[in-house]
């Protein structure tokens, strides 16, 4: 190789090395005639012109997404992500709440963020093998980041590694869901919505009704300034959004009487609650 073909093939290795770390190994080359490999795997990035440096990926996300593009085939790409999720540390099960899961995942999905000094780090679980190899991909490659660097990250990156070719639509539905939800979560974190007292002791108790979709948002925010943002914390005002099987039989207003009345203690001190309470024939519909 020279010239540019011989730096990009540097760059590859370097990218192979870099997620290794991850799990991910080198592809085996295609082979043709006589046992010599096919140029395929290094100059392909080129060859494709896809415009990898327009995915807004981190510094941790690319080495991961070149090393699952430069996979000559979509089966050793499959066989990739199932390695990974060996890789994934365990996730505390107090964090494995509804407000932590992840909605439209065919298996169940879990993701969960904290805030250090300025950047996001994530911990996740699946009960899903592949799905586990997806979650570990994406904490290994969005850990460590700034909320701006994660929200920057396009999701049409799945197509360039080559996932969305070797996933069902349903798990490339899936994990859009996960980079969206863990977008939200770093945004969350930084705002200081995620482990807040008032936030953690409505989640809680919400938690009581099992419900299969539930986002409680903060949006105090809005209403600095405005009487009723005083309250504890500067936790006044909350949007609640919830899916759960008991809401079945009752009409709109017996469904936020009995979330009032679970929440008591807490409305007692907040200024607001929006509330969207459904079942999940409804949220479905």
């Known amino acids: 190789l020279h010239g540019r073909g011989r730096g990009l093939a540097v760059a590859v290795a370097a990218a192979w090395c870099a997620a290794a770390?991850?799990?991910?190994?080198?592809?085996?080359?295609?082979?043709?005639?006589?046992g010599r490999a096919k140029p395929t795997t290094a100059l392909r990035m080129v060859a494709e012109g896809v415009p990898i440096d327009?995915?807004?990926l981190t510094s941790s996300l690319r080495p991961i997404v070149e090393v699952l593009h430069a996979v000559p085939d979509d089966k050793q790409r499959y066989n990739?992500?199932?390695?990974?999720?060996?890789?994934l540390a365990p996730m505390p099960e107090e964090l494995k709440t509804a407000s932590n899961k992840?909605?439209?995942?065919?298996?169940?999905?879990?993701?969960?963020?904290?805030?250090?000094?300025?950047k996001v780090f994530f911990t996740g679980d699946s009960d899903g093998i592949l799905t586990k190899g997806l979650v570990t991909l994406l904490v290994q490659g969005l850990s460590g980041h700034s909320?701006?660097?994660?929200?920057?990250?396009r999701p049409e990156f799945i197509k360039y590694a080559g996932l969305s070719a070797s996933l069902t639509p349903g798990r490339n539905s899936g994990f859009l869901n996960m980079l969206k939800t863990m977008k939200k979560q770093a945004h969350a974190a930084a705002?200081?919505?995620?482990?807040?007292?008032?936030?953690?002791?409505?989640?809680?108790?919400?938690?009581?009704?099992?419900?299969?979709v539930l986002e409680l948002v903060d949006e105090s925010h809005k209403h600095a300034g405005h009487?009723?943002?005083?309250?504890?914390?500067?936790?006044?005002?909350?949007?609640?959004?919830?899916?759960?099987?008991?809401?079945?039989?009752?009409?709109?207003?017996?469904?936020?009487?009995?979330i009032y009345a679970l929440l008591a203690q807490e409305m007692a001190e907040i200024h607001a609650l929006s509330i969207s309470a459904k079942t999940p024939a409804e949220a479905a519909a």
């Open 227 to 258: 009487a009723g943002n005083d309250s504890k914390g500067g936790e006044s005002h909350f949007s609640l959004t919830i899916v759960a099987d008991c809401f079945e039989g009752l009409s709109l207003v017996q469904r936020h009487k009995l």
């Open 191 to 212: 705002a200081g919505t995620i482990d807040r007292p008032m936030h953690t002791a409505m989640s809680l108790k919400l938690e009581q009704l099992k419900p299969a």
């Open 80 to 87: 990739q992500i199932l390695a990974v999720s060996a890789r």
């Open 54 to 56: 327009e995915l807004g």
């Open 21 to 34: 770390a991850v799990g991910l190994r080198a592809p085996v080359a295609a082979r043709g005639g006589g």
């Open 147 to 153: 909320p701006e660097e994660i929200d920057a990250v």
């Open 102 to 118: 992840v909605p439209g995942c065919l298996s169940t999905v879990f993701v969960h963020a904290t805030m250090e000094d300025g």
